[in-house]
């Protein structure tokens, strides 16, 4: 197989896995290092590499999980209130066997967009998302709207914004097809 064929298969085998399909088991320090290390190769204009990374394990899960519900039971009204999506929020940190608050490090001189600061970091994500992939870490980026209220949860400074979470575990034995509408109807050549 060529390394085209390989990555090929990797992206194409990439998919959304929830918490609810994680095994129980731990992803070692040294498998999340090597997996951050790939996330820092990515594209970055005038190398800002703009992007931060929160990783979360263990008790810091449990009070993740409180912060989501906090947010949860605080802007919802009563008639809008679900408690099957109260518990949900509630599980999914905890389901899961680390999650990496993504984040943004704005460059202080602000010397490209922020657009291209923002897309340096999806870039980071796609490659953290692929190198789990090939290691049977089931993983999704989660964007809830409770994101804009982490500043203190995250003790995140001036200039830094958290743009999701990245829910990561050891995936059950399953099949996840997925389909793609063909790339013609996406592309025009001039």
Known sequence: MTDFEKITKIIQERRSIFPEMYE????????L????ENANWAPTHRKTE???????????????????GDYYKSNISEEDFSPMKYKKTLKK?????????????RDPKESVPEWEEIAAVAC???????????????????????????NEFLN???????????????????????TRTPIENKTEWL
Request: charged share 20%; hydrophobic share 35%.
């Open 24 to 31: 129980d088991k731990e992803i070692s320090d040294q498998t």
């Open 33 to 36: 290092q090597a997996i951050l």
């Open 50 to 68: 703009p992007w931060l990374f929160k990783i979360m394990k263990g008790e810091k899960l449990n009070e993740l999980s409180e912060f989501l």
């Open 93 to 105: 940190p905890k389901q899961s066997a680390c999650v990496i608050a993504i984040c943004m490090k």
């Open 124 to 150: 980071a994500v796609q490659n953290m998302w692929l190198s789990c992939t090939t290691l049977g870490i089931g993983s999704y980026w989660s964007s809830p709207k409770s994101i804009s209220t982490m």
């Open 156 to 178: 995140l400074k001036s200039g830094e914004k958290c743009l999701g979470l990245f829910y990561m575990g050891y995936k059950k034995d399953f099949e996840c097809e997925s």
